[in-house]
């Protein structure tokens, strides 16, 4: 497998005989998963999807993909939550947070927009778009999330001024249900082209559907290799056999720790690049499990820049903290610590060593201090970043965090908890509809 769990850190915090209890209730989720049978299982396609990936629909991704990059030098990716962060999560991870200013000349740069309400945000956006040719991926399950529908609009609205109505068609991709929702409804009526999500695989589940590879094809990620890396997840994570899932141990050590009152995951790594992993990974836990009162809350750190800042928090704060750290093993490409006859920065002890040695022993450093500090330390080690990792990967933390909520006794594939801002907000708003909430929202605000 690419991936190596390690809970050596939490050895001092978790008896084995604890692991033992747990099990027949984690075979008992598991199974629940596997058959279908536990709450939301109509979401639960994308348990075996990768490895039953429709060849046509892998050909549909791939021309289209082809279609941007020939087109435009530039790609706006709209959507918001499992819309928007499984293919920035891909790019980073894959290519670099600095994706766009690394590119050759012709390669298409790729934005992403309609995941936050700023008109700031959008009008430097579109700043940074300036002259260059774009297009546009707008992407939405439900076809009707206020916050990507309303950022499709201005976008439309430049793609029309720039290239007419006809050209703007011909510039737009949504992705969205196959029948239903609002966004079907006008791409089918404009003509534009379109890619489907499935019915049965919910947003934060759908990165390895045209919601994400879409945008990794354009970026030229191997989409097969992916594909191929979470099929070996179905692979290595389908086994019953405690000892040898990774997944199930991970999903056990989680639930073993909150039961003792560490209720807050710091999912951490050593690498900027996979700093939106962790967002990524916190809107598929945080969506999954925090719900009837229950649930890890999720939250991220990314080392050695929080050190620095709430690092201080962590080692001796509130000790309801546990640690997940991504590691890592092997840079793509590492450096030697220069060479200077001075020492004049007192860093010759450094000399002979690459930077990712310093790197790596670092973390090895702050898992002994956290540890000591009371913070219990998982470890999800990684041999490389590279495309059937990344498959794996996602896979690994779908299982594990569907498996956890079913221990809960949660449906996972649902987030009821999301309605609660949109009915206040489409009341103050005033959308046709809630016009009942609306006085009632409105007199809240004077008081
Ligand atoms: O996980 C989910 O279902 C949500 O977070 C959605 O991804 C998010 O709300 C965006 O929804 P949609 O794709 O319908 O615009």
Redesign the pocket.
């Known amino acids: 497998t690419a991936i190596q769990f390690d809970s050596h850190g939490v050895k001092t915090f978790i008896k084995e005989h604890e692991y033992e209890e747990l099990k027949p209730q984690l075979a008992m989720a598991q199974k629940l998963l596997f058959e279908k049978k536990g709450a939301g299982s109509d979401y639960t396609d994308w348990v075996n999807w990768a490895s039953n990936f429709d060849q046509q629909e892998l050909q549909e991704i791939q021309r289209l993909a082809k279609k941007v990059q020939q087109q435009s030098k530039v790609l706006v990716v709209i959507?918001?939550?499992?819309?928007?962060l499984g293919a920035k999560m891909a790019l980073d991870f894959m290519k670099s947070p600095w994706y766009n200013d690394l590119l050759e000349d012709g390669q298409t740069k790729i934005y992403f927009a309609g995941n936050n309400l700023s008109a700031m945000a959008l009008q430097q956006l579109l700043r940074v778009i300036g002259d260059q040719d774009f297009s546009v991926n707008v992407?939405?399950?439900?076809?009707?999330?206020t916050?990507?529908a309303l950022s499709f609009r201005f976008f439309k609205q430049a793609l029309e001024e720039r290239y007419g109505r006809e050209g703007a068609v011909d510039r737009i991709i949504a992705t969205?249900d196959q029948k239903k929702?609002t966004l079907r409804e006008e791409a089918d009526t404009a003509g534009y082209e379109t890619l489907v999500?499935p019915d049965g695989i919910?947003?934060?589940?759908?990165v390895l559907t045209a919601?994400g590879l879409l945008p990794m094809a354009v970026a030229g990620i191997d989409i097969e290799k992916v594909l191929a890396g979470a099929a070996a997840g179905e692979e290595n994570y389908r086994s019953a056999n405690f000892s040898s899932n990774a997944a199930l141990q991970y999903a056990a050590s989680r639930r073993i720790l909150y039961d003792k009152g560490y209720t807050t995951e710091i999912l951490a790594s050593w690498e900027p690049s996979l700093q939106y992993f962790a967002e990524w990974w916190k809107?598929l836990m945080g969506?999954s499990e925090g719900k009837n009162l229950k649930g890890i809350y999720p939250s991220s750190a990314n080392y050695s820049t929080d050190l620095h800042s709430f690092g201080q928090y962590i080692q001796e704060g509130r000790r309801d903290l546990f640690e997940t750290v991504v590691r890592v093993d092997e840079v793509a490409s590492d450096l030697d610590v220069p060479k200077t006859p001075e020492n004049s920065d007192g860093l010759a002890y450094l000399e002979g060593k690459t930077l990712d040695q310093v790197n790596q022993t670092a973390a090895d450093g702050v898992a002994i201090a956290h540890i000591d500090g009371g913070v219990p330390n998982l470890a999800v080690r990684i041999a490389k970043q590279d495309e059937r990792t990344l498959g794996e990967l996602i896979y690994f933390f779908e299982m594990s965090v569907a498996i956890s909520a079913y221990l809960f006794g949660i449906n996972p594939f649902n987030?009821p908890g999301?309605e609660a801002y949109k009915t206040a907000m489409f009341a103050l708003l005033e959308k046709p509809g809630y016009e009942s909430e609306s006085q009632l929202y409105k007199e809240r605000l004077k008081n």
């Open positions: 959507g918001i939550g499992g819309s928007y992407i939405s399950k439900s076809g009707q999330t916050e990507a969205t929702g999500v919910g947003g934060r589940f759908s919601v809107q969506e987030q999301v």
